[in-house]
C-alpha cells in the first residue's frame, strides 16, 4: 500500500533561503519538493510572491537562475485557488499562505517565522524547514 504524498506549502522566506544557501534545511525541502518526494500547493498570489522576492536586488540571484527556478516550482506545484480569505496571521500578507493550505488540505506549512502564525490551521501543521526534514525524513525512509 503506497501513502499519499505529503501536501506542503512553503512560505517565501523558506524559497529564498534555499537558493541563498545550498546546505541548508530550507534547500533540503525545496529538494525534496522539486524531487517529487514532497507535493507543494500555490496560488497565483504566492507565486507572484516568490518571484517579486527572488527578483530583488539585494539577494543577487541571477534573473535566469530565478525564471528557471520559477519553470520548477510551477511544474513540480498544484495549483490551488483559495475558497476564502482569511484574517488570521499576524501579517496581513502571510495569510494568502493559510488560505492556500486550507484549499490545498496541506499537511505542513513551512516557514522560517513560525511565529507569525497559528501553531495550527485547519488540519495543517506549522514547522519549520529543519522539524520537517526531521519529522518527514523517517517517513519517506518506509
Known amino acids: 500500500m503506497r501513502m499519499r504524498k505529503l501536501r506542503v506549502v512553503l512560505d517565501t522566506n523558506v524559497v529564498v533561503s ?3 544557501n545550498a546546505e541548508g534545511y530550507e534547500r533540503h525541502v525545496l529538494d525534496l519538493v522539486l524531487a517529487g518526494k514532497l507535493q507543494i500547493a500555490v ?3 504566492i507565486l507572484e510572491e516568490y518571484e517579486g522576492v527572488l527578483r530583488r536586488p539585494k539577494f543577487g540571484i541571477a534573473p535566469r537562475q530565478v525564471g528557471r527556478a520559477l ?8 495549483m490551488v485557488r483559495p475558497h476564502r480569505r482569511l484574517e488570521v496571521a499576524r501579517d496581513p500578507a502571510d495569510n494568502r499562505f493559510l488560505e492556500c493550505a486550507e484549499a490545498s488540505k496541506a499537511d505542513y506549512l513551512v516557514t522560517g517565522n513560525k511565529r507569525h502564525f497559528p501553531k495550527q490551521w485547519r488540519q495543517t501543521q506549522v514547522v519549520n524547514a529543519r522539524e520537517l526534514i526531521e519529522w518527514v525524513i523517517p517517513e519517506l525512509r518506509r
Open 18 to 20: 534555499a537558493h541563498l
Open 43 to 45: 496560488s497565483a498570489a
Open 71 to 78: 519553470h520548477l516550482l510551477r511544474t513540480a506545484a498544484r
